[in-house]
T-cell receptor, first 115, second 110 residues
Framework: GAVVSQHPSWVICKSGTSVKIECRSLDFQATTMFWYRQFPKQSLMLMATSNEGSKATYEQGVEKDKFLINHASLTLSTLTVTSAHPEDSSFYIC???????????FGSGTRLTVV | KQEVTQIPAALSVPEGENLVLNCSFTDSAIYNLQWFRQDPGKGLTSLLLIQSSQREQTSGRLNASLDKSSGRSTLYIAASQPGDSATYLCAVSQGGKLIFGQGTELSVKP
């Protein structure tokens, strides 16, 4: 149980275009989901907390207008990288946790390359 | 502000060795601590979860301990195998968020 599915696993896009990444909880409902970014050989950096039915909470230094988060249902959160630039190239991972004293489950990640 | 540190940053051992990975955190007011494994280019796989009221958890060849008062956790891997090669991350849950260490990159040589 507690499976999080992330799609796509990799994407290449042209500079200036937008890319949407989906994160789904398959067997539980998630009122909260988390989006992370990871640079090569570095740990995960929390970008934002996605809240079902309300606005996301962004970490300091993360541009809200560039990284749009939508959490329209209890099983789906999306991250849209708008007007992508090469510096946005990175590994993006989402996570969620079932209700109760459980740990966090992570998606398989999305490798974004902006050319 | 919570800070999580993992030592060593990298570790290379021959197959069959028992090894210990260390994780320390500065604020003991945590909800739980979780150990993850990450293979290159992949997401995170949860290995062990220790609630703040627990002292250790075991799964197969893995054993994780937690000492909240000293702000430390260790992950013990018995009889290491080449398939154990990966980056191991510890993370503490606090304020509804996970705070990660920098990870230990483990290489087990056949």
């Amino acid at each position: 149980g507690a499976v999080v599915s992330q799609h796509p696993s990799w994407v290449i896009c042209k500079s200036g275009t937008s890319v949407k990444i989906e994160c789904r909880s398959l067997d539980f409902q998630a009122t909260t989901m988390f989006w992370y970014r990871q640079f090569p050989k570095q740990s995960l950096m929390l970008m934002a907390t996605s809240n079902e039915g309300s606005k996301a909470t962004y970490e300091q230094g993360v541009e809200k207008d560039k990284f749009l988060i939508n959490h329209a249902s209890l099983t789906l959160s999306t991250l849209t990288v708008t007007s992508a630039h090469p510096e946005d190239s990175s590994f993006y991972i989402c996570s969620a946790s079932p209700q109760g004293p459980y740990g966090y489950t992570f998606g398989s990640g999305t490798r974004l390359t902006v050319v | 502000k919570q800070e999580v540190t993992q030592i060593p940053a990298a570790l290379s051992v021959p197959e069959g060795e028992n090894l210990v990975l260390n994780c320390s955190f500065t604020d003991s007011a945590i909800y739980n601590l979780q150990w993850f494994r990450q293979d290159p280019g992949k997401g995170l796989t949860s290995l062990l979860l220790i609630q703040s009221s627990q002292r250790e958890q075991t799964s197969g060849r893995l054993n994780a301990s937690l000492d909240k008062s000293s702000g430390r956790s260790t992950l013990y891997i018995a009889a290491s195998q080449p398939g154990d090669s990966a980056t191991y991350l510890c993370a503490v849950s606090q304020g509804g968020k996970l705070i990660f260490g920098q990870g230990t990159e483990l290489s087990v040589k056949p």
